[in-house]
């Protein structure tokens, strides 16, 4: 069964850092990417960041640029993703998904809520 166990959401002020985690298990292989999306209240869904299977490249949303980092640590079949946030806004404040895609079937988290304000 596949999980994706989201952890490290909280209350930041301005200008503060946190670093989400998102624990994968249950995938037959490694060879999945994995995103991280977030949600703000009356607003689309937004993909953050990305990194492929293989080779770890790795893809920001403009808004992140500069300021989020995405990387991944491997162990054959389990992966644990991280997005480190620094520099975070206000317009950062958002539920953050982690999604993995395996075999052309979607799996997400359960979301972590990330509050940026003073």
């Known amino acids: 069964q596949v999980q994706l166990v989201e952890s490290g959401g909280g209350l930041v002020q301005p200008g503060g850092s946190l670093r989400l985690s998102c624990a994968a298990s249950?995938?037959?292989?490694?060879?999945?990417?994995m995103s991280w999306y977030r949600q703000a209240p009356g607003k689309e869904g937004e993909l953050v960041a990305s990194?492929?299977?293989?080779?770890?490249?790795?893809?920001?949303a403009d808004s992140v640029k500069g300021r989020f980092t995405i990387s991944r640590s491997r162990d054959r079949a389990k992966s644990t993703l991280y997005l480190q946030m620094n520099s975070l806004k206000p317009e950062d404040t958002a539920v953050y998904y982690c999604?993995?895609?395996?075999?052309?079937?979607?799996?997400w988290g359960q979301g972590t809520q990330v509050t940026v304000s003073s």
């Open positions: 249950g995938f037959t292989d490694s060879s999945y990417a």
């Open positions: 999604y993995a895609r395996s075999w052309d079937v979607d799996y």
């Open positions: 990194i492929s299977s293989v080779v770890g490249r790795t893809n920001y």
